[in-house]
C-alpha cells in the first residue's frame, strides 16, 4: 500500500481511489446523502467505471461509495471532497447537489431486490454519514427525487420503509390530505422546466408509494402530507 494512502473515512471500507473528483463549491458540509443503484452487470465493472477518468462510453463519474451485493464497501472519493454522482437537478433549492451531498452507488442491476448483506452494510454506511456530518433522515434521498424524468435509481424496489424504521430516511405515517403540490415543494421536489403534473405524481410515488397508479389520489395527498411533516422533523 503507498504511504500516503488516506485512510477511509468509513471503518470497514476498502479505500479504491477515483481520480473523478473536485473541492466542495461554495465551502459547505454535505448535508445530503444520494442513494444511487449502479445498473451494471457486476459491482467490480460499476467500480472501473466510477474511477475511469476518460470512459469510451460517456463523462467521467464517481461516487463516495460503492457497496457490492455481498455487503463489502469500496471508497473513492473522500467524504470532504466533492464526487461526481447527481449531476443536473435539484433539491430544497439546491442547485449544485454534488457540492453538498455523498454520495452512495449501490451494485444492482435496476429490476433484482437489493441484496441483505448490503442493505445491513447501507445502514452501517448510513448512520456513519450521518453522524460524522450531522445530517438528518430527511437529507437521505434517492436519484430519482432530485432529477425527476432524468433518474430513476434506486427504484421502486428499494426498501425505504427499512431505513426510515432505524430512523436513516424519512417514511409518511398515517395522516390527513394535504395539498400536493405545496407539499412536494416542502419536501424538496422541484418539477422541471416544462413537466407535467402526471410526472411529479410518478417521481413521489416512485419513492414513497411504488404501488400507486392512476391519477392522484386521497392516498397521495396523505402520504405528501405525512412526508412533508416528516421533513420539518427531521
Ligand atoms: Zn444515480
Known sequence: MAEDAPAPDHPGA??????NFGP?????????????????KS????????????????????????VCERGEVWQMVAERDR??????????????????????????DGDSPFAAPLMDTLEGLLTGIMT?????????????DMAPGRKIDPGPRFDWRRLARQGLAVWPEQGAAGDFDADLAAIGYRAPEGADDALMLDTFRMRFRPWGRGP????????????AAACRAG
Open 14 to 19: 476498502v479505500w479504491h481511489p477515483s481520480p
Open 24 to 40: 466542495r463549491r461554495h465551502g459547505g458540509d454535505p448535508n445530503l446523502i444520494v442513494i444511487h443503484y449502479t445498473a451494471m
Open 43 to 66: 459491482a467490480r465493472a460499476a467500480l472501473d467505471r466510477l474511477c475511469d477518468p476518460a470512459p469510451a462510453d460517456g463523462g467521467a463519474v464517481s461516487a463516495h461509495y460503492l
Open 83 to 108: 464526487a461526481w454522482h447527481a449531476g443536473a437537478g435539484n433539491w430544497a433549492g439546491c442547485e449544485d447537489v454534488n457540492s453538498h451531498s455523498v454520495g452512495i452507488e449501490l451494485a444492482n
Open 132 to 144: 460524522r456530518w450531522r445530517i438528518g433522515p430527511a437529507g437521505v434521498i434517492g436519484h430519482s
Open 216 to 227: 392522484l389520489t386521497e392516498a397521495d395527498r396523505c402520504a405528501a402530507r405525512a412526508v
